[in-house]
């Protein structure tokens, strides 16, 4: 059995890493007492705080923060019809706070997730492993069999060739968790008493060609090198699917990633997943993904982007055309979805003009 952390009595973190150029992105329903917890790490950013559900509901704030708070009022207010590209009730409903950013890196974690301890019994700060990831290069070339080349205490192995020890600039960090496994319905419903209590010290670059099951409940990105493909699908009220959201975004953002030679990690940081959700509940919304995925994985393992498409923007729009032509027939839905997906695109735009961020040294 493991445990959180006690972070009481921590200090503040008075040089935090990025402070200017990092937002915390938050989804929730509740109070957020959690950051209580994270405060010597999360206190000094900012945070972008994205209500879903009723949103009259009054959301508490630990005092110190500082944030902004969007509820759905706010999102349709901001983008108009474009808001049905942004996800109700679901945690899907995060990807606002991504589009409203005006920061270089995004930290995404959810409401449920506690500090971790590492095996020593010290604290561990998510955010700060997430920064080290993403400003040190990945390898998804050629496999490194040490794991992160670039960690103190590593190097590249013999016989890894020199001409690939650059590495490429790293876009996403994927981050793990204690306690409570990322499992689906089905073996939640097996191993219902299971817990993770395996703390894996090592960071690893997934390799090109290679898909992976992505979590947005402890997640960094370079919002500038993919923010625009961080798109968690349509999910929740009115959808045939949920729980699918973090996976969608990880199927898209790998096949653009290894099409304009961005490297994505995954294993530390940890965090501690406090709550396991009711598997019943989970296998209603996940019972047609279970399904669909046997489809949907070959089609984006498959998927090939064009010369032509050089920018995020541009691989997203084919990749969504893709998704109209190659599995609408599996069911409508993603032909709703591929028409959401543009009107992601059109919105981000709106709200990140190209010329703008040109302007800001972020094209």
């Known amino acids: 059995m493991v445990d959180p952390a006690n972070t009481v009595g921590l200090q503040v973190n008075p040089t935090p890493l990025l402070k200017d150029e990092l937002d915390i992105v938050i989804p929730t329903i509740r109070n957020l007492?959690?950051?209580?917890?994270?405060?010597?790490?999360?206190?000094?950013?900012?945070?972008?705080?994205?209500?879903?559900?009723?949103?009259?509901?009054?959301i508490h704030v630990p005092e110190g923060y500082d944030y902004e708070l969007y509820n759905r009022n706010d999102i349709n207010r901001i983008l108009g019809p474009k808001a049905s590209c942004i996800s109700f009730k679901d945690s899907a409903?995060?990807?606002?706070?991504?589009?409203?950013?005006?920061?270089?890196?995004?930290f995404t974690i959810d409401d449920d997730c506690f500090v971790a301890k590492d095996p020593s019994g010290k604290a561990v700060n998510a955010l700060e492993q997430h920064i080290k990831n993403l400003l040190c290069p990945s390898t998804p070339l050629f496999f490194n069999t040490l794991y992160d080349p670039y960690r103190e205490g590593a190097d590249?192995?013999?016989?890894?060739?020199?001409?690939?020890?650059?590495?490429?600039?790293?876009?996403?960090?994927?981050?793990?968790?204690?306690?409570i496994p990322d499992y689906d319905a089905p073996t939640q419903l097996v191993k219902p008493k299971e817990r993770n209590t395996r703390y894996v010290d090592a960071v690893m670059t997934i390799p090109k060609g290679t898909l992976f099951p992505m979590c947005g409940m402890n997640?960094?990105?370079d919002r500038d090198l993919i923010g625009p493909a961080m798109f968690f699908g349509l999910m929740g009220d009115g959808q045939p699917i949920g729980r699918y959201d973090g996976m969608w975004a990880g199927w898209c953002i790998k096949v653009i990633c290894d099409?304009?030679?961005?490297?994505?990690?995954?294993?530390?940081?940890?965090?501690?997943?406090?709550?396991?959700?009711?598997?019943?509940?989970?296998?209603?919304?996940?019972?047609k993904g279970i399904f669909w995925q046997e489809e949907i994985i070959p089609f984006f393992q498959n998927a090939k982007l064009s010369k032509e498409a050089t920018t995020v923007q541009q691989c997203y729009i084919e990749l969504s055309k893709m998704v109209k032509e190659k599995l609408s027939s599996l069911d409508p839905y993603?032909?709703?979805?591929?028409?959401?997906?543009?009107?992601?695109?059109?919105?981000?735009?709106?709200?990140?003009?190209?010329?703008?961020?040109?302007?800001?040294?972020?094209?």
């Open 33 to 58: 007492d959690f950051l209580e917890m994270w405060r010597p790490f999360l206190q000094p950013y900012h945070l972008i705080i994205v209500q879903d559900g009723d949103p009259t509901k009054k």
């Open 93 to 106: 409903c995060r990807c606002f706070g991504y589009m409203v950013s005006k920061k270089k890196y995004i």
């Open 156 to 179: 590249f192995v013999r016989g890894y060739p020199f001409s690939l020890r650059e590495g490429v600039t790293t876009a996403v960090s994927h981050g793990l968790w204690l306690n």
């Open 219 to 221: 997640l960094a990105f």
């Open 259 to 287: 099409h304009l030679g961005l490297g994505v990690k995954t294993g530390l940081p940890y965090i501690y997943h406090s709550k396991a959700s009711n598997p019943f509940v989970n296998l209603k919304k996940e019972y």
């Open 334 to 363: 993603f032909d709703k979805l591929a028409d959401a997906m543009v009107t992601w695109i059109e919105a981000w735009d709106e709200l990140n003009p190209p010329a703008a961020a040109a302007a800001n040294g972020k094209a």
